[in-house]
């Protein structure tokens, strides 16, 4: 450059071309100098207001908005640095099929909210959710990785670039920008839009986790159970837990959770990591009432155990009403039975030193046990030396009921009395013998006038007609 400012070439070589290594000045007041500076001036004036505007949906982001008021500010903000015509906010669906167009700018009036877009690797929306990382279409219509889907056909778009909102379970969906006309994003463009979408990703994931601490802090005051947590500062010291929170379920209530044993379970249960039964834990009595609440232990994050505690104490007082009222009910069963046994061995003195007991029904082991007893009691009480054993009413006769027979039989005679068994029917008699009872030594008659008429006998009476 000469000092007039004007260019001065060098050339040199052979047909005097300038050297690769010589650069060309150019003044600052040259037409392609005011250009490059224009153009630097503009670069400079885009990246201050996309990081004032980057700024300004942080602050948003802080200040706690609404997520749907977030989104419109983000997809407003994102268009207006980008200058493009479109721009739009998609929500990926609980099942991961489609996405829906949750806020946008430049769309059609009725497509914001109503409008679904396919989440297959057949739509720019869902390439880019397939691929996690920015897609840059400069021409749709040669596009051959996805096809247009509806909604960008509708808009006549051209170019466009997208990228992916993360989310912890799963992306919460894309964020992308259209323009109608043919165009190329750069990667400053590209920078920005996953500096807006990344923004997002951590808003969004802040507060739906205030959402699921609020929800979670819903349930556990809501709950009808009641619900402790414990901290174990000292994973092999059970005697280091320490109470965090109560929810009002257990308001007013100390559950003995030192008790012999129980901080041992808890403390197994954060050490093993899985839930474990306390079973009973009795609070309050003394001068106050008692509370008995159904304990299990179950494992927390971070040496927390939690206790759920079900009271029980109506369950409890229900199950002891019901066992008192079923003790109370099987002793006046007894009482029936007993009373009803007295009745079927009713024991009847027929003449000084000689008893009648008729039997009719069912002869088993605890009404023979009773007859035995009855008949007994009923020799020593009269002084009887004959008793008179009727089986008239005895419906059959088998082994049972004749080894009955012949243990009552012994039993009267170790008390000095001789029994007569009336009422032998010619087939229980047949019966008896088919079944190889020996009655022997056992006074036998069919009828109870025949085995009175013996009684007397024994008695030195005897029966006169007159």
């Known amino acids: 450059m000469t000092t007039n400012g004007k ?6 070589g052979k047909k005097g071309r300038q050297p690769a290594s010589v650069a060309r000045c150019v003044p600052p007041g040259a037409p392609g100098g005011q250009k490059r500076q224009r153009a630097e001036a503009e670069l400079e004036i885009s990246a201050g207001r996309r990081a004032a505007a980057l700024a300004r949906l942080g602050r948003d982001c802080m200040a706690g908005v609404t997520l749907s008021v977030l989104l419109d500010k983000a997809v407003s903000v994102t268009a207006d640095c980008l200058r493009a015509e479109y721009c739009g906010a998609l929500e990926l669906l609980p099942d991961a099929s489609a996405f829906t167009l ?25 390439y880019t959710l397939l691929r996690t990382e920015p897609v840059v279409v ?17 808009h006549g778009v051209v170019s466009g ?3 992916v909102i993360r989310g912890q379970r799963q992306p919460f969906g894309v964020l992308s920008v259209h323009a109608a006309r043919r165009r190329e994003f750069v990667k400053d463009d590209v920078a920005f839009l996953q500096d807006v979408a990344e923004m997002l990703a951590t808003s969004i994931e802040r507060k739906r986790a205030e959402e699921d601490s609020l929800l979670f802090a819903s349930i556990f005051d809501s709950m009808q159970v009641g619900l402790a947590v414990w ?16 929810n009002p379920a257990l308001a007013g209530s100390d559950p003995a959770l030192l008790q012999a044993g129980v901080a041992e379970i808890c403390a197994e249960v954060v050490r093993s990591g899985k839930g474990k039964e306390i079973g009973g834990v009795r609070c309050g009595g003394h001068d106050g009432p008692q509370t008995v609440f159904l304990a299990k232990a179950f494992p927390l994050p971070n040496n927390h155990v939690g206790v759920a505690f079900e009271d029980i104490t109506e369950r409890k007082r229900a199950e002891e009403e019901i066992r008192s009222l079923n003790m109370e009910l099987e002793r006046r069963v007894a009482e029936q039975e007993h009373s009803i046994l007295e009745l079927s061995t009713p024991v009847v003195r027929l003449w000084n030193e000689i008893v009648l007991l008729p039997l009719i029904g069912e002869v088993d082991t605890t009404r023979a046990k009773q007859l035995i007893e009855a008949l007994l009691d009923a020799i020593v009480e009269t002084q009887s030396r004959v008793a008179i054993l009727d089986i008239t009413g005895v419906p059959g006769m088998d082994t049972s009921v004749a080894q009955h027979l012949i243990k009552t039989v012994a039993a009267a005679k170790m008390l000095g009395a001789d029994v007569i068994v009336t009422g032998v029917s010619p087939e229980a008699a047949q019966a008896l013998v088919r079944l190889g009872v020996d009655l022997g030594g056992m006074r036998i008659h069919g009828t109870l006038r025949a085995g009175l008429a013996e009684a007397l006998c024994l008695i030195g009476r005897r029966v006169v007609s007159v």
Not at 107 to 126: E, L, P, R, Y
Not at 231 to 246: C, F, I, Q, R
Request: hydrophobic share 35%; net charge negative.
């Open 138 to 154: 400069e021409d749709l219509s040669a596009e051959r990785r996805f096809a247009a889907d509806p909604l960008l056909h509708d």
């Open 161 to 163: 670039m997208s990228v």
């Open 7 to 12: 260019v001065k070439t060098v050339r040199t």
């Open 231 to 246: 901290y174990l500062k000292d994973p092999n010291d059970a005697m280091t837990l320490e109470l965090v929170s109560t």
């Open 102 to 126: 949750r806020a946008g700018v430049g769309w059609k009036k009725g497509v914001v909210g109503q409008t679904t877009v396919s989440a297959n690797d057949d739509s720019q929306a869902g």
